[in-house]
């Protein structure tokens, strides 16, 4: 029995795993729901996810959704070629940059982007200029090894901490 995921178009999360299913070469049936028709809110979808939310992998008997959760059962259940890692310095390595992103970057980019496709950013104003600023300073190698009181470093190369979080993130900081 063949993989189906299910995903909408102009979801991130539902490329990534898109993207694993193809870097993993598995045979899948990709079921595109349409946002505009609330396809994703039916109660087929609701049945498999009660949240309402895309990505849903459904691989026989079995379903799952959230992206990372996709990611790291498609890992365990096919191995090769591995996503998370060979050893557990990369595995480990590979998941503080998947928490870096989340907790520091994802965020902001999610503001800038509702605030320039929803149209309701305040050009003028300092929020989608702080949260480039912020983005870049945490932004670095994956492969670096050096600790760092919050794992961010500057573009300079001196540890920085995080912009302070302004209203308009709702995500915990400390969420992986």
Same mark, same amino acid.
């Given at each position: 029995?063949?993989?189906?995921? +299910?995903?909408?178009?102009?979801?991130?999360?539902?490329?990534?795993?898109?993207?694993?299913?193809?870097?993993? $070469?598995?045979?899948?049936?990709?079921?595109?729901?349409?946002?505009?028709?609330?396809?994703?809110?039916?109660?087929?979808?609701?049945?498999?996810?009660?949240?309402?939310?895309?990505?849903?992998?459904? #691989?026989? #008997?079995?379903?799952? +959704?959230?992206?990372?959760?996709?990611?790291?059962?498609? #890992?365990?259940?096919?191995?090769?070629?591995?996503?998370?890692? $060979?050893?557990?310095?990369?595995?480990?390595?590979?998941?503080?940059?998947?928490?870096?992103?989340?907790?520091?970057?994802?965020?902001?980019?999610?503001?800038?982007?509702?605030?320039? +496709?929803?149209?309701?950013?305040?050009? =003028?104003?300092?929020?989608?200029? #702080?949260?480039?600023? !912020?983005?870049?300073?945490?932004? $670095?190698?994956?492969?670096?090894?050096?600790?760092?009181?919050?794992?961010?470093?500057?573009?300079?190369?001196?540890?920085?901490?995080?912009?302070?979080? =302004?209203?308009? =993130?709702? !995500?915990?900081?400390? !969420?992986?």
């Amino acid at each position: 029995m063949a993989i189906e995921v +299910f995903w909408g178009s102009g979801s991130p999360v539902a490329w990534r795993v898109l993207l694993a299913l193809e870097y993993k $070469r598995l045979p899948y049936v990709s079921h595109l729901l349409q946002f505009s028709k609330q396809e994703h809110k039916s109660p087929q979808m609701l049945a498999l996810n009660p949240r309402g939310r895309v990505p849903v992998l459904k #691989d026989g #008997d079995y379903v799952c +959704f959230e992206s990372l959760a996709i990611l790291y059962y498609l #890992d365990l259940k096919y191995p090769q070629p591995p996503i998370f890692g $060979r050893t557990p310095e990369e595995a480990g390595t590979i998941m503080r940059v998947i928490c870096e992103y989340q907790a520091y970057i994802e965020p902001r980019l999610t503001a800038i982007a509702s605030g320039v +496709f929803q149209g309701n950013a305040d050009l =003028s104003g300092d929020e989608i200029t #702080d949260a480039l600023r !912020s983005r870049t300073r945490c932004t $670095r190698s994956p492969t670096r090894r050096a600790p760092s009181r919050d794992g961010c470093r500057s573009p300079t190369g001196s540890w920085a901490m995080p912009a302070r979080r =302004s209203t308009w =993130s709702s !995500s915990p900081a400390s !969420s992986c």
